[in-house]
């Protein structure tokens, strides 16, 4: 038996806040009080004087080791664990993504040997990337004897992993009879593929295409159908990276109860005008949906403030220029779509949420762990800091700062779309499982 006991801390849950000594057995919380003194010579002691002690991040969308016709993006799930850990994540929720025609469950298991090497506690997340009818058996059968909760569509990507509005409507009916989740990646396929194709036509064919074939009336016009389907079928839905301030309009317009909403950090920080450039550098910048304007990114923040969206999560899916990313050098149609977050994001809605007065500790804890926990249904074990809980924790320093550079990354990848970012607040010590795996000076 080992124990684990950190003093003097504040501990702050999604909606809670307050000092308190935390005593970890093995991989579970076993005691939170204000004060605890163990006579016990074995017993290891972490003074949190003057930290905040958090539930380990849960990042309920990565995709690790992603197989592209660019190659596996540049994380496999060693690499990219690593640093979910550095930065405070103890558990990321990846994706399967079954081929055409392929079952689900088999594509479930290859998934999990690949994700074998994570160092952290995963779960998945599994793509309906193709349908016909006999699906519905197997969804039916990952949710009874496989544990999973939700199930990714895509709109986007039409011709390879995108589905129709049709094809979803069935999907939802389905899930919805085992209230279960559907996560839909909102772009509409036929709209990006058309302006695709007309961009190319005129040979308009560099980076800042990319971004202007997806405008935000392409994400807001699925969001609204997507909306329309929920209502239909009754379906818990999920709606992953969401980007614009006009697709937030038409989520508040629909007033779904059951909708949850996640953006991401990059939707936050970061905005269209490095699109403003022939240097193909830029390509690093190239995600799905692309980077929106100044407004959208404040739009975001007031949403998160105000509790009207759900989760922060990474997307991680970083691909390196040179070797992957260049693969669309004279076509951004070929450029393969991802970016790298998996290390910053806590620190990140820390640095510029937080610190900047935009919301609280405890929102900031509930959209880095606890609301995925609940939505993703691993709030028994994960998510906050509780007696019984997984001893998955992050002890952090509001006053230790770095400056993100590709010098200093764990992520596998030759660029950094947060170069130069200034943080302030990192993890100090993250304990993974009543183990203590990172520890910064
Ligand atoms: O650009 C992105 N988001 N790449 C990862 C795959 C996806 O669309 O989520
Ligand atoms: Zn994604």
Redesign the pocket.
């Known amino acids: 038996m080992s124990l684990l006991l950190i003093k003097n801390g504040t501990v702050v849950n999604a909606n809670d806040k307050f000092e308190a000594d935390v005593l970890l057995e093995d991989d579970k919380i076993i005691r939170i009080e204000k004060s605890i003194v163990l006579s016990e010579v074995s017993v290891k002691v972490i003074d949190a004087m003057g930290k905040y002690i958090i539930p380990g991040g849960i990042d309920p969308?990565v995709?690790l080791d992603?197989p592209t016709p660019a190659g596996n993006s540049s994380d496999d799930f060693y690499s990219g664990s690593r640093a979910a850990l550095a930065g405070g994540t103890t558990t990321i929720i990846d994706f399967v993504t079954p081929s055409h025609g392929e079952s689900l469950i088999k594509a479930l298991h290859k998934r999990k040997e690949v994700a074998a090497t994570s160092c952290i506690d995963y779960a998945l997340h599994v793509g309906i990337c193709w349908w016909d009818a006999s699906l519905a058996a197997e969804i039916e059968y990952c949710i009874k004897h496989k544990g999973i909760t939700s199930f990714k569509t895509?709109l986007?990507?039409k011709g390879s992993i995108g589905i129709t509005y049709d094809e979803l409507y069935d999907v939802m009916k389905v899930v919805a009879r085992f209230n279960a989740t559907v996560t839909v990646?909102c772009e509409d396929g036929d709209k990006v593929a058309a302006n695709q194709q007309q961009f190319f036509r005129e040979g308009k064919t560099s980076v800042r295409f990319h971004a202007l074939s997806r405008p935000a009336e392409v994400e807001a016009d699925a969001v609204e159908k997507v909306l329309q389907m929920a209502a239909a079928t009754e379906c818990k839905v999920y709606l992953?990276?969401i980007s614009a301030a006009k697709s937030m309009d038409i989520i508040h317009r629909y007033n779904n109860k059951k909708l949850r909403v996640e953006t991401c950090p990059h939707y936050l920080v970061l905005n269209e005008k490095v699109y403003d450039s022939d240097n193909f550098e830029t390509a690093k910048y190239?995600?799905?949906?692309p980077l929106r304007s100044e407004k959208d990114n404040e739009v975001l923040w007031q949403q998160l403030a105000a509790n009207h969206i759900d989760t922060v999560a990474t997307?991680h899916?970083p691909f390196n220029l040179i070797g992957q990313k260049d693969a669309g050098r004279h076509n951004f149609i070929r450029i393969p779509?991802?970016?790298g977050s998996i290390e910053y994001r806590t620190s990140l809605l820390f640095t510029y949420g937080v610190l900047s007065g935009k919301i609280s500790l405890c929102q900031w804890v509930a959209l880095t762990s606890g609301n995925a926990a609940g939505i993703f249904g691993i709030s028994n074990t994960k998510g906050s800091i509780e007696v019984g809980k997984d001893a998955d924790i992050v002890i952090w320093n509001p006053d230790k700062e770095k400056v993100i550079s590709i010098e200093n990354q764990f992520q596998h990848c030759d660029s950094n779309i947060y170069e130069g970012f200034q943080l302030k607040g990192l993890p100090e010590t993250v304990i993974f499982k009543g183990k203590i795996d990172f520890v910064y000076d």
């Open positions: 969308h995709h992603l895509y986007a990507y990646h992953v990276h190239v995600m799905s949906p997307d899916c779509n991802g970016a």
